[in-house]
């Protein structure tokens, strides 16, 4: 539908307030712009005015945030992100359960080793307090040994003493007997 009358005149002028606009701002452009229309206008680089330095920071500038142009196929990327995402994620926490099963294995590992060695050390204990047992049972024949080599001690000593005694006696009969 083509616009007539009232309409087009609007229209036209909307179409040209940018190309004032910018050609207000940018005065190369709006020097060759005026004689050669409209299209060189949309081929030539819009200037983006400067906001104004409205912060207390003296001579610090802001900046621009630049724009890029939205590619067709993000919605594709997005959920090609959030998939690889969920991989991820999924492989960080399986790893994260092995290592969580390896620790309870460990732990039950540990926990049988532990209980092995209990029954060995309460087998140890069992053991020992029967030799105990015995050997204060044995005690008195101990005692009776100690004695018996007291005495065959004194006796020994008895018997040198009487040994000594009889070369003595000896001594003397044969002296005796020379005489």
């Known amino acids: 539908m083509a616009a007539t009358g009232d309409d087009a005149a609007a229209m036209d002028s909307i179409s040209r307030a940018p190309a004032a606009h910018s050609a207000a701002l940018n005065p190369v452009a709006s020097s060759s712009s005026q004689g050669e229309g409209p ?26 945030e630049a724009v890029e142009p939205a590619e067709p196929d993000i919605n594709e990327l997005c959920t090609d992100m959030f998939e690889k995402m969920a991989v991820f994620l999924q492989g960080e926490l399986t790893g994260t359960c092995e290592d969580y099963r390896l620790l309870e294995n460990m732990n ?17 204990s069992r053991n020992l307090q029967d030799l105990n047992n ?9 005692d009776q040994i100690n004695q018996i080599e007291e005495q065959v001690s004194s006796l020994e000593q008895a018997a040198y003493k009487l040994d000594a005694y009889s070369k003595k006696l000896e001594a003397r009969f044969k002296k005796l007997e020379k005489r």
Do not use: C, F, H, R
Not at 55 to 61: C, F, I, L, Q
Not at 114 to 124: A, H, L, P, V
Not at 134 to 142: I, T, W
């Open 39 to 64: 299209e060189v206008v949309a081929e030539s680089p819009v200037v983006v005015p400067k906001k104004p330095n409205t912060n207390s920071d003296g001579g610090v500038e802001t900046a621009e």
């Open 108 to 124: 039950k590992l540990t926990s049988l080793k532990y209980m092995e060695m209990k029954d060995i050390s309460i087998n140890i």
């Open 134 to 142: 015995k050997y204060a049972s044995l005690q008195p024949y101990l």
